[in-house]
Each structure stands twice: as structure tokens, then as C-alpha cells.
């Protein structure tokens, strides 16, 4: 089992800046790759930044040239800085996983409790 453990969430103005992180722990496990999902109350969960072991990224067309994923895997944690944040950016966000577990060879995904993000106009 992996355990995603989100950070960082708040309240901050419009145009501000906000960091999330997401550790992982857990026994024996790779992360294969890592991202984070964004949720409005009654609509779907949509993918905000997600990136690959070998370090691919991809982002959502509403956060390109906004928000930066990026991984330290010594740490096994992923961050997800956000600037110019704007009201449409709040939601709750979840780390979301897909792992390896050594001892099995199983490949699951995981996901973390969510935090919220709540940009003010």
C-alpha cells in the first residue's frame, strides 16, 4: 500500500502564488508516475499536471505557462507551484499515483485526501 499525503492548500488572492506537495509513503514501492487532479463540487475531476519516471509532463490547456510540476524523488514527493492563480482555479486538489509494489510486482493507482485551494477575486 502507498499513502499520498497532500500539503499546501489555502486561500490567496487573485494573481498569487501557491505550492502543493504530495509525499508518498509506503513499504517497498516505485512511483511510476505522479500528478495532481483538481475537483469543483457537482462536476467532474479533471487532470491538472501529471509527470512520468522518466520525466515527462503534461498540463491542462487552463494551467499551461501557470503552474509547474515538478518531482524529487529522494524524497518521494511531487509539487505543483502555482502562479498567477485565478478564481477558476479553485478546487480541491488530489495527488494522484500510479506505484509498483516490490513485493508483489502490482501496479495500482493511489490517491491522497485532496486539499483545498481557494483563489478570491
Known amino acids: 500500500q502507498v499513502q499520498l499525503a497532500e500539503s499546501g492548500g489555502g486561500l490567496v488572492q487573485s494573481g498569487g502564488s501557491l505550492r502543493l506537495s504530495c509525499a508518498a509513503s509506503?513499504?517497498?514501492?516505485?512511483?511510476?508516475?505522479i500528478g495532481w487532479h483538481r475537483q469543483v463540487a457537482g462536476k467532474q475531476r479533471e487532470l491538472v499536471a501529471h509527470?512520468?519516471?522518466?520525466?515527462?509532463?503534461n498540463y491542462a490547456d487552463s494551467v499551461k505557462g501557470r503552474f509547474t510540476i515538478s518531482r524529487d524523488n529522494a524524497k518521494n514527493t511531487v509539487y505543483l507551484q502555482m502562479n498567477i492563480l485565478k478564481p477558476e482555479d479553485t478546487a480541491v486538489y488530489y495527488c494522484?499515483?500510479?506505484?509498483?509494489?516490490?513485493?508483489?510486482?502490482?501496479?495500482?493507482?493511489?490517491w491522497g485526501k485532496g486539499t483545498l485551494v481557494t483563489v478570491s477575486s
Open positions: 509506503g513499504r517497498m514501492f516505485s512511483i511510476v508516475s
Open positions: 494522484n499515483g500510479r506505484a509498483v509494489d516490490h513485493a508483489t510486482t502490482k501496479v495500482a493507482d493511489y
Open positions: 509527470t512520468t519516471s522518466d520525466g515527462r509532463t
